[in-house]
């Protein structure tokens, strides 16, 4: 299992790239030491694969279109494919480690359109009203399955049979959610076809932050209007087009801070910014520090 403290993107987008993924075996472990991401969260993004966690220590909430959920130590859940989301560390008192198993369904599944797939997979990875499956200690049914998750993060890579094993504990764990989501799955809800809009909106602006980017030429890449522009922002992210796209230029501020010795007053044109004065100050309201503050205690952190 490999210790992780960054994420990486394909390029302009928010799609996850994840290194070591083969496809001969579809699947990786993760341990992330959530302290050490830059600023201590993930940034939105999404990714084909299923997404299957336990938390081994401290504590982090889930932000998705949906809503927030926090999960503290002995907890854990699923992330369907392609659901955006976001992640925080939230506990000041431990280190926020996250236990991962990334996976492409066809690990379970076999052959695309396989029986497997059609009676198991996909009536869950398909459901838009699925974002996340949570699992808490206290229910007897999501213990089970809790216990199974713990015990698959335990099987070594090293040991005969590994992969054999590996799959085996992972659709028994499968099968568990399957079981566990049909109430969620009987709610009638439609396609929400705002989720395929944000991305391409996210992805306009992951490839021209360093530019101006008007309203009307954001609601143009999704091909929609500037009040529908807003409305999917909203309905998605929870904030408007212009405070993501500040946002996103100031994550891109603080990965070239934490990473680089950039001047500031390149760095702030560098992300669309402006002068290094508005720059500051806005920078100070979002990290609550100096963007050389902010380097200081990032690049002589032992975190």
């Known amino acids: ?116 797939e059609q009676k198991y997979i996909s009536p869950v990875i398909t459901a838009p009203q699925i974002e996340v499956i949570p ?50 799955r009987k709610k009638k809800v439609g396609h929400n076809k705002s989720n395929d809009k944000i991305k391409l909106m996210m992805i306009y602006i992951h490839e021209h932050y360093r530019e101006k980017i008007s309203i009307p030429e954001l609601a143009a890449a999704a091909y929609l209007s500037e009040r529908e522009c807003y409305r999917v922002f909203h309905d998605c992210l929870h904030m408007t087009p212009i405070e993501y796209i500040t946002t996103y230029r100031l994550q891109v501020a603080c990965q070239m801070l934490a990473k680089g010795q950039e001047a500031v007053t390149v760095i702030s044109h560098e992300c669309g910014l402006g002068s290094s004065s508005y720059f500051g100050k806005v920078f100070r309201e979002y990290a609550h520090c100096s963007p050389t503050e902010y380097r200081k205690k990032w690049q002589n952190s032992d975190r």
């Open 135 to 184: 699992l808490f200690p206290g229910n007897a049914e999501e213990e089970r399955i809790l216990k199974l998750l713990t015990a698959s993060f335990r099987l070594s890579s090293d040991e005969f049979g590994y992969e054999i094993k590996l799959r085996k504990a992972l659709t028994e764990i499968w099968l568990m959610l399957f079981e566990l989501s049909r109430s969620m």
């Open 1 to 116: 299992m490999k210790n992780i403290h960054s994420i990486e993107f394909y390029t302009g987008s928010k799609e996850e790239l994840l290194p070591g993924f083969e496809k001969d075996f579809p699947y990786i472990a993760s341990r992330a030491e959530l302290d050490k991401y830059i600023g201590c969260y993930v940034p939105w993004h999404w990714h084909r694969t299923v997404e299957l966690f336990y938390m081994e220590s401290g504590s982090i909430e889930y932000d998705t279109p949906e809503g927030k959920i926090l999960f503290p130590a002995g907890s854990g859940g699923m992330i369907n494919p392609n659901v955006l989301h976001m992640t925080k560390a939230i506990s000041q008192k431990e280190k926020n480690i996250q236990l991962l198993h990334i996976f492409d369904v066809s690990l379970l599944a076999g052959e695309q359109g396989s029986r497997i």
